[in-house]
Each structure stands twice: as structure tokens, then as C-alpha cells.
T-cell receptor, first 113, second 111 residues
């Protein structure tokens, strides 16, 4: 099973809402990633978890809060977002940090009204 | 700061021709470089990884070269098909053990 799943596929939320994005992989990978991708731009790294510990935070605003409850799951909690946060949010995993191939999920298309 | 540039935002070629995409980087000496394909509204899919001590790598109709002196990688698709139309992204580790992606090249193969 080389699949990374993400839910929901689409999410529309207001600026005062609290929502969560979920990501799951069952490949035994120990590194998991959140990326943000705006239209016609490359994915931009947000957070990296390695062995369930936060390894990299790319100075992401605190209205985005990542969580890694176990080695298969990665969440991104959203609160008080701005319209400019509307984007495709991609989750990825790899065997470990470093040169390993990253496997990406299909993404969650987020719209903030 | 590290810059990763892909030579053109868009590339249009005729079916059957070879597509050549370029990735240039500055201010770093990566141990490896990866190429991904991304279709609209979907996550990137890994294609090839080439290490600094490898000059060339092939996979079916794909070929990647890596010139660490020029700080450049070339990505070739031979006998291109309309199904090859997608955005192609190069990516490398800029020292944090996490990937940074280039700006991408949108390839359109005309039948």
C-alpha cells in the first residue's frame, strides 16, 4: 500500500471557524510533511514531523497547528484563518528525513471566506 | 539564499518529440535531486532521484542528468505523448533534510 489519504477533499470555512485536516499513511514511514500550494506555484513546506516529533516549522502562523497523534496520522488544525490562506494543502510521507522519496496525498482544497 | 529555478514556466512540443526541462540551483551543493510530476488538483508523484555522484539516470522514456559543476539538472522525456502533459517539478534538499521545490514547468504535448 503506497497510498497517502487526506480528508476532506474540499473544505470551505469562515474566518471564525475551527476545522482540521487529516492525513493517514500505512507504509510505516517515520517522516510526515504538510505543504501549502497556491495556484501555479510549487508546494511550500510548512511542517515536518520525524518519529512523531516536530522537526521543522517554517515560521508558519500560529493559526495553523500541526499534530502527529501516532506514526500513521498527521493532523493540521485550523483556526481564525484569513482568505489568503485559501490553497491546496498537501500531506506527504517518506521512510525518514533526508533523500527518501516523498509520497503525496491528493490534497485538501481549502477555501476561506 | 537557495534558489531553484526551472527554465520556463511552460513548454509546448509536438507528440513524438523529446521534451527537455531544465532545473538550475544556486548557493548549495545537494547530495541528490528529485523530479516529480503533478497533474492539476493532485499531489506530486515521484519520478526519479539522481545522486551527486551519478551523471545520468534512466527510467523507461525518462532520462535525468545532474551536473554539479554547472549546478544544473536536465530532465528529458523521449517520444513524448499527450498523456505526458503535466507540470514537472524538480526538488532538492537545501540542508534541512527536507525538500524545496523549483517553480515547475508546465509541459503541453500537442497531438
Amino acid at each position: 500500500d503506497t497510498e497517502v489519504t487526506q480528508t476532506p477533499k474540499h473544505l470551505v470555512m469562515g474566518m471564525t471557524n475551527k476545522k482540521s485536516l487529516k492525513c493517514e499513511q500505512h507504509m510505516g514511514h517515520r517522516a510526515m510533511y504538510w505543504y501549502k500550494q497556491k495556484a501555479k506555484k510549487p508546494p511550500e513546506l510548512m511542517f515536518v514531523y520525524s518519529y512523531e516529533k516536530l522537526s521543522i516549522n517554517e515560521s508558519v502562523p500560529s493559526r495553523f497547528s500541526p499534530e502527529c497523534p501516532n506514526s500513521s496520522l498527521l493532523n493540521l488544525h485550523l483556526h481564525a484563518l484569513q482568505p489568503e490562506d485559501s490553497a491546496l494543502y498537501l500531506c506527504a510521507s517518506s521512510q525518514a528525513l533526508g533523500e527518501d522519496t516523498q509520497y503525496f496525498g491528493p490534497g485538501t482544497r481549502l477555501t476561506v471566506l | 539564499s537557495q534558489k531553484i529555478e526551472q527554465n520556463s514556466e511552460a513548454l509546448n512540443i509536438q507528440e513524438g518529440k523529446t521534451a527537455t526541462l531544465t532545473c538550475n540551483y544556486t548557493n548549495y551543493s545537494p547530495a541528490y535531486l528529485q523530479w516529480y510530476r503533478q497533474d492539476p488538483g493532485r499531489g506530486p508523484v515521484f519520478l526519479l532521484l539522481i545522486r551527486e555522484n551519478e551523471k545520468e539516470k534512466r527510467k523507461e522514456r525518462l532520462k535525468v542528468t545532474f551536473d554539479t559543476t554547472l549546478k544544473q539538472s536536465l530532465f528529458h522525456i523521449t517520444a513524448s505523448q499527450p498523456a505526458d502533459s503535466a507540470t514537472y517539478l524538480c526538488a532538492l534538499d537545501t540542508g534541512r533534510r527536507a525538500l524545496t521545490f523549483g517553480s515547475g514547468t508546465r509541459l503541453q504535448v500537442q497531438p
